[in-house]
């Protein structure tokens, strides 16, 4: 039984040996790709199963039985954590990645193709133009984020694209709390209220991780996401 088998189910998962396969490719893939240009400090085996897969699992208890027919836009994938860990983990979720280097989109593309995940999208293009297009703007049920930008930022970056009654998840570390108490009036702007702030733990290991949740719960105003960097350099 594999270390990423046994620990997801602390989060409710249990990963089928199809799963499993899919995450040892994903894994030798990243470790590959990696060696060609960074996608990653952290490659050793152990590591990247609870630290990147496990980690990126973590939001599994929020979306259980509510991903048939749904669908989820990981903004600014990276090397697409969470965002492939949890389209393996929920085939029928249909999972959209949006990276706006080309480099980690050729990556995303082939992993989607190796895994293979049907269930998978690539967008190559940025958050603040992405979020324009009307058949983009409020049009997903989970938005996540994880390692993207400081709370106020990553919100003006996720909530335009959430519909009303959808939500934001964002994977932080410490301090959570604290960067969301910063982002009330970035909240208040742009139409999402706090659900809740949830600590988890993987494994056995001592870093401290937490989903904070955020509820669409009024439309995004259309002059947001500001463009021209301005959510990084002006934070709201």
């Known amino acids: 039984m594999s270390l990423l088998y046994q620990s997801a189910r602390a989060f409710g998962l249990d990963l089928t040996p199809t799963q499993q396969a899919q995450f040892e490719t994903y894994y030798h893939l990243l470790v590959a790709w990696n060696e060609k240009f960074n996608l990653t400090a952290l490659t050793e085996y152990t590591a990247a199963q609870l630290k990147h897969f496990l980690d990126s699992l973590t939001a599994a208890p929020l979306l259980a039985g509510k991903t048939q027919g749904k669908n989820l836009l990981d903004v600014g994938a990276g090397a697409g954590l969470p965002g492939i860990a ?13 990276e706006a280097t080309e480099k980690k989109i ?98 056995d290991l001592d870093d401290a991780r937490q989903l904070v949740v955020i509820d669409k719960i009024a439309p995004t105003p259309d002059a947001y996401p500001r463009a021209g960097g301005a959510p990084k350099n002006r934070p709201l």
């Open 106 to 203: 050729r990556f995303l593309d082939e992993v989607a193709r190796a895994l293979p995940l049907e269930n998978v999208t690539t967008i190559h293009e940025r958050a603040e133009e992405l979020a324009r297009k009307p058949r983009e703007r409020a049009a997903y049920d989970y938005v996540v984020a994880r390692a993207l930008a400081e709370m106020r930022t990553l919100l003006e970056y996720t909530l335009p694209f959430a519909r009303v009654g959808g939500c934001v998840i964002a994977y932080k570390a410490l301090g959570a709390k604290e960067e969301t108490a910063r982002a009330q009036r970035a909240l208040e702007l742009l139409g999402g209220r706090v659900r809740a702030i949830i600590p988890v733990k993987l494994a």
């Open 86 to 98: 949890l389209a393996i983990a929920f085939p029928e979720l249909r999972v959209s990645l949006l």
